[in-house]
């Protein structure tokens, strides 16, 4: 999932064809060294606690490294589980379309036709086809379906039963909309006709036929999957938000070493879990828009790439596929913030492969953070200095008429505003897309609680003003 304060998801365009496809441009070959020496630039002026990173060419893996340390205290190398999020969505449609090959599925066809459980209030409904999930065109949303209950379901079947109450944002095929719904369905499907459950059937389907062996959905993985937030500059360690993550929107966590197979196989290198066709129709997107199916198009570095990020609350990762010249690209941390550091040096290792020597990224997620700090420490200044001249106050508006003397409250009242609807407004920002307490406490909290600290100061402020106007006007 993306995060309300970052950029939109990346997106992309490949063009696909038989054989290893994607021939050698004008880009250039970096070096394990070169690549290495900037990753560890990288990685020391965003001060990030760890990274893992990965960067293919053709059929093979030019560079693959980790960095820094997990929350148990472990260093981070190619080869420790990452969470991917969003970047999930690529693996699930990759899934879908093995069954297209063999004819058990056909895009064009309803979903209902393979997943009879999938039931709305709305009829519309019935008419949502499989490719529309994959291209986010289905008119599901985060708006109009209940996501508190599908993030309390246990199972995939679970999931898709909560949306029974659910109705369309809009036709079926009308508009793009990104919901992380489409592809947790689509995971429910997959489960349906292939006769098993979803984690088994994405071990065989995709990461077994790779070699990724290290690959799996959800936490079924050798060690605990802690991460970090970023609190004013300082790294806390947080566990991954409850919820369901077992689906195909953002449950995959794998490594730097298996993505390298991954982003291979998207070049038309190596092994395949698909078949020419089927991965070009993968990465094509859906007419009118810049998606495909988990994949999208974007220009980055002046060159056009296939890109998607992905964010839960202690993870971040980006991963491309650079389809004039074979490159694949992957990001991956071990925490989140308000700034997405990953996305930076991406840029960066794909500049590499231009041969120019990227400039390091880093300073966003300090400055961001050291701009909020500051803005509370002034609120909290403010806030002791309105109580403690309170009084002034009070006697300079004594005898003023009720009206003119709550207009000058207001002002020191709006902080307070905006934090009794701070869900609201950034469920606005996000399109709808749900948000809750709970994620404001993660990522978000270095202005969670610059925001708090400026209500609470302009309460006080208020709960004094009144109070002393209150005296003041009994002792005349």
């Known amino acids: 999932m993306r995060k309300p304060f970052l950029a939109a998801l990346a997106l992309s365009l490949v063009v696909a064809c038989a054989g290893p496809a994607w021939g050698e441009g004008p880009a250039t070959t970096p070096t394990p060294a070169a690549i290495d020496g900037y990753l560890r630039e990288a990685f020391d002026s965003t001060g990030l606690p760890g990274m893992s990173a990965v960067v293919t060419h ?281 700034h997405d550091d990953t996305y930076d040096i991406l840029l960066g290792l794909v500049a590499l492969t231009d041969g120019r020597r990227p400039t390091a990224p880093g300073g966003g997620r300090q400055m961001t953070e050291l701009a909020l700090a500051l803005t509370a420490l002034v609120a909290f200044g403010l806030g002791i200095l309105g109580v403690l001249r309170s009084g002034r106050w009070a006697r300079r508006r004594a005898g003023r008429a009720w009206w003119w003397t709550a207009l000058r409250l207001v002002g020191v009242l709006v902080p307070a505003a905006v934090l009794a609807t701070y869900t609201q407004w950034v469920s606005f920002l996000m399109n709808g897309r749900a948000v809750t307490w709970a994620q404001m406490t993660y990522f978000p909290a270095p202005l969670t609680i610059t925001l708090a600290v400026a209500a609470a100061a302009g309460l006080a402020t208020a709960t004094a003003r009144l109070a002393r106007l209150r005296s003041v006007g009994s002792t005349k």
């Open 58 to 338: 053709g059929d093979r893996i030019v560079h693959a490294t980790g960095l820094g340390r997990e929350a148990s205290g472990r260093s981070v190398t190619a080869d420790t589980p990452m969470r991917v999020a969003s970047v999930s969505k690529s693996f699930t449609a990759a899934a879908i379309m093995t069954l297209v090959d063999e004819g058990r599925v056909a895009l064009d066809q309803p979903v209902a036709t393979y997943l009879p459980e999938f039931r709305m209030a709305d009829p519309r409904a019935g008419r949502v086809t499989v490719r529309q999930l994959l291209n986010q065109t289905s008119g599901l949303s985060d708006r109009t379906v209940d996501i508190g209950a599908t993030q309390r379901a246990r199972t995939l079947a679970g999931y898709v039963a909560a949306l029974r109450h659910g109705t369309l944002a809009g036709e079926p095929g009308a508009h793009w909309e990104y919901c992380n719904v489409n592809y947790d369905v689509a995971a429910r499907l997959v489960e349906v006709v292939d006769g098993r459950d979803f984690t088994d059937a994405m071990r065989d389907r995709v990461f077994g036929r790779l070699g990724m062996g290290a690959s799996a959905v959800g936490d079924r993985v050798v060690r605990p999957l802690d991460g970090f937030v970023s609190v004013y500059g300082a790294w806390v360690p947080r566990t991954e938000l409850p919820g369901f993550r077992g689906g195909g929107a953002g449950g995959v966590v794998t490594t730097a070493s298996d993505m390298g197979r991954w982003l291979i196989s998207q070049t038309g290198y190596g092994p395949q879990v698909l078949t020419p066709a089927s991965l070009a129709v993968l990465h094509e997107p859906s007419p009118g828009t810049d998606y495909a199916m988990g994949w999208g198009e974007e220009v980055l570095e002046g060159r056009k790439l296939l890109v998607h990020s992905g964010n839960l609350f202690t993870y971040t990762a980006v991963q491309a596929v650079d389809p004039a010249t074979g490159f694949g690209f992957a990001v991956m941390t071990n925490s989140a913030s308000l």
